[in-house]
């Protein structure tokens, strides 16, 4: 069973925050809630948490120092700022601080959550597509290293399957092979590896496309990447 992805909800105004939390734990997360700056440090010092949720404007200690102090610390939780209509220079200050979105009041429950996906999905792609998950017209499944199709069943290897992982999390843009090498192996790229990943690519787009001299799976975008379309 895949885990609940806890969220942080840092937010000074009741409704909002009671708005927020119910919100998110119909859809599925599970909430912890912080009304002011002090409170959330606190929480945050003794939880783990997938994303937070951070007001810009908190008493005690602000959001913008929070999230600055955080990120000094080495925190690497996905922080969305929340910043109030019209605040458009935090917004920007909130992304340089390492802030990973920003969302502006007032905004819509429905966007909240967009938003709070795309973060996760960013920033964790494993838990946005799960252990099984469609990839073209494969069926994948990350335990048993398997891609299955309708006549036949494919053997693949756990770096592959983090490579197919990160593209089925990310369709429809384009991937650097610097962007898939950080994410997949976890390792800044270097010459060495640029050849490595090539011929990872190589080898599993020779396993998955139907024909892999012309690939429809994974298509190479000339001089920027590659792209999973859905
Ligand atoms: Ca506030």
């Given at each position: 069973m ?37 409170e ?9 948490f ?5 007001d ?16 000094q ?112 192996w ?5 010459e ?39």
């Open positions: 895949e885990q609940k992805a806890h969220i942080l909800v840092v937010e000074d105004e009741q409704k909002i925050r009671t708005a927020l939390t119910d919100f998110l734990e119909f859809h599925g997360f599970s909430v912890t809630e912080a009304m002011d700056g002090l959330a440090e606190r929480t945050v010092d003794k939880g783990k997938d994303l937070i949720l951070l810009l404007m908190l008493p005690k200690i602000s959001g913008e120092q929070l999230c600055c102090r955080w990120r610390e080495g925190l690497q939780t996905p922080i969305i700022m929340v910043t109030a209509k019209g605040q458009e220079k935090e917004k920007i200050k909130g992304l340089e601080l390492g802030a990973d979105d920003y969302i502006a009041k007032p905004f819509s429950l429905e966007e909240m959550l967009a938003r709070i996906k795309a973060v996760l999905r960013r920033t964790d792609p494993a838990r946005a597509v799960g252990q099984t998950f469609k990839f073209a017209d494969l069926d994948v499944d990350i335990a048993s290293l398997k891609a299955k199709r309708t006549d036949r069943e494919i053997e693949i290897t756990k770096r592959e399957a983090g490579i197919i992982q990160y593209f089925a999390a990310n369709p429809n843009r384009v991937i650097s092979r610097e962007e898939l090498y950080k994410e997949v976890q390792e800044t790229m270097t060495l590896s640029t050849r490595t990943m090539d011929m990872h690519i190589a080898k599993l787009r020779s396993k998955i496309e139907h024909d892999s001299a012309n690939p429809q799976i994974i298509k190479t975008v000339r001089g920027a990447g590659y792209k999973y379309e859905t």
